[in-house]
């Protein structure tokens, strides 16, 4: 199995890389039933570092009960134990690793927003700790056959393109993302400059307002594989259409060929090929949901094609994602919802991005002579 020959390079990579954990600190773990080699090694690796760690099983059977089975009272109630958890924690490792991918397509959208609305608070309490550097956190990905599955790709060549994405075969991986690093500061530096974004291309005609707001350099420090920058637009500002390419999975339900249409900033249009209603439903959970939170350009160019795995799909080189709710306060976004959905368009074709008028990239590429 290639990422298991790479296990170890893989967990140091999350622990000192990542998260950088130290003595003292109160990791949790979080992984579905395939991720456990690499969350046994994560753990071993934080133990080594002086961080006490706990596992926690994410099992995909047990959260399709409690959409099924739990009584309306239950799906509208806020752990305090969670809360607890996400106001305490200092390091937070999840593993993105499904038993399988669709088991809440049935449910009924209305009980998927209930809970989105009920867990607002950890979501708030999420973005505010890590903005404060209080809650030092990843998500990452281990490949298991319903992933591969859902990609449309064996398992051996979902294992490879992770391995890629992850840059696990560079001898020292460490420096290769310090070098993805480097060159994603170049663009964040270029973005900043800026006061209005203008992306068109193939069912896409978007201005975005940008002033005033920072772009952050993801590079590999929250998500693993990392590669993408991101800011929080202008909560009221954004003008036109788009229409994403990559299909989206929301908690197992599949939303396909989304449209969005703004006006002042708002969603006043909504269409999905696949997953209409479950689209509108959360648009409805809360004020913000209607609005942007955020705004991303993919860079990792190890990734090459979609998966249904957003973390590795809103990664891909030559791509742009919105994400609509929640902001990440640390961007200057003010939008709060309880859901943060990631929607992603591909630019790699007749794309072109104009910055204050300027074409800075055109087919999936940033211009060089602008970085």
Same mark, same amino acid.
């Given at each position: 199995?290639?990422?298991?020959?790479?296990?170890?390079?893989?967990? *140091?990579?999350?622990?000192?890389?990542?998260?950088?954990?130290?003595?003292?600190?109160?990791?949790?773990?979080?992984?579905?039933?395939?991720?456990?080699?690499?969350?046994?090694?994560?753990?071993?690796?934080?133990?080594?570092?002086?961080?006490?760690?706990?596992?926690?099983?994410?099992?995909?059977?047990?959260?399709?009960?409690?959409?099924?089975?739990?009584?309306?009272?239950?799906?509208? /109630?806020?752990?305090?134990?969670?809360?607890?958890?996400?106001?305490?924690?200092?390091?937070?490792?999840?593993?993105?690793?499904?038993?399988?991918?669709?088991?809440?397509? *049935?449910?009924?959208?209305?009980?998927?927003?209930?809970?989105?609305?009920?867990?607002?608070?950890?979501?708030?309490?999420?973005?505010?700790?890590?903005?404060?550097?209080?809650?030092?956190?990843?998500?990452?990905?281990?490949? *298991?056959?319903?992933?591969?599955?859902?990609?449309?790709?064996?398992?051996?060549?979902?294992?490879?393109?992770?391995?890629?994405?992850?840059?696990?075969?560079?001898?020292?991986?460490?420096?290769?993302?310090?070098?993805?690093?480097?060159?994603?500061? /170049?663009?964040?530096?270029?973005?900043?400059?800026?006061?209005?974004?203008?992306?068109?291309?193939?069912?896409?005609?978007?201005?975005?307002?940008?002033?005033?707001?920072?772009?952050?350099?993801?590079?590999?420090?929250?998500?693993?594989?990392?590669?993408?920058?991101?800011?929080?637009?202008?909560?009221?500002?954004?003008?036109?259409?788009?229409?994403?390419?990559?299909?989206?999975?929301?908690?197992?339900?599949?939303?396909?060929?989304?449209?969005?249409?703004?006006?002042?900033?708002?969603?006043?249009?909504?269409?999905?090929?696949?997953?209409?209603?479950?689209?509108?439903?959360?648009?409805?959970?809360?004020?913000?949901?209607?609005?942007?939170?955020?705004?991303?350009?993919?860079?990792?160019?190890?990734?090459?094609?979609?998966?249904?795995?957003?973390?590795?799909?809103?990664?891909?080189?030559?791509?742009?994602?919105?994400?609509?709710?929640?902001?990440?306060?640390?961007?200057?976004?003010?939008?709060?919802?309880?859901?943060?959905?990631?929607?992603?368009?591909?630019?790699?074709?007749?794309?072109?991005?104009?910055?204050?008028?300027?074409?800075?990239?055109?087919?999936?590429?940033?211009?060089?002579?602008?970085?």
């Amino acid at each position: 199995m290639l990422v298991e020959r790479y296990m170890g390079e893989f967990a *140091s990579l999350l622990v000192d890389y990542c998260v950088e954990a130290r003595d003292g600190d109160e990791a949790f773990v979080r992984f579905p039933l395939p991720g456990l080699p690499l969350a046994r090694a994560v753990a071993g690796e934080l133990f080594s570092r002086g961080a006490m760690a706990r596992l926690q099983l994410d099992d995909e059977v047990v959260a399709e009960l409690f959409y099924r089975r739990a009584p309306g009272s239950l799906l509208e /109630r806020l752990s305090p134990i969670d809360e607890f958890i996400m106001e305490r924690a200092t390091v937070l490792v999840s593993i993105v690793s499904p038993l399988q991918t669709r088991h809440l397509t *049935s449910v009924d959208p209305d009980r998927l927003a209930a809970v989105s609305k009920a867990r607002a608070r950890l979501t708030e309490v999420f973005m505010e700790r890590s903005a404060r550097g209080e809650l030092r956190w990843v998500v990452t990905a281990y490949p *298991s056959p319903a992933m591969a599955q859902e990609a449309g790709m064996s398992l051996l060549e979902l294992e490879d393109l992770l391995v890629s994405a992850l840059k696990l075969r560079e001898g020292d991986p460490v420096s290769a993302w310090r070098r993805q690093a480097e060159r994603q500061e /170049r663009v964040s530096s270029l973005l900043s400059r800026g006061s209005e974004l203008k992306v068109e291309g193939p069912g896409v005609d978007l201005l975005l307002r940008v002033d005033g707001r920072r772009w952050i350099n993801d590079d590999g420090k929250r998500n693993m594989p990392g590669g993408e920058v991101f800011t929080g637009p202008h909560e009221d500002a954004t003008e036109g259409y788009i229409e994403f390419d990559f299909p989206a999975l929301y908690r197992g339900a599949e939303l396909e060929r989304v449209r969005l249409v703004f006006k002042k900033g708002e969603v006043v249009d909504a269409r999905a090929l696949r997953g209409e209603e479950l689209l509108k439903k959360l648009l409805s959970v809360d004020e913000g949901a209607r609005r942007l939170g955020e705004a991303a350009f993919g860079l990792n160019y190890g990734i090459t094609r979609g998966t249904k795995i957003v973390l590795l799909d809103e990664k891909i080189g030559g791509t742009m994602h919105l994400a609509l709710g929640a902001s990440y306060p640390e961007t200057g976004g003010t939008n709060k919802s309880a859901i943060h959905l990631d929607l992603v368009k591909d630019l790699r074709r007749r794309a072109v991005v104009k910055l204050d008028g300027d074409v800075v990239f055109r087919d999936g590429r940033f211009i060089e002579d602008y970085l």
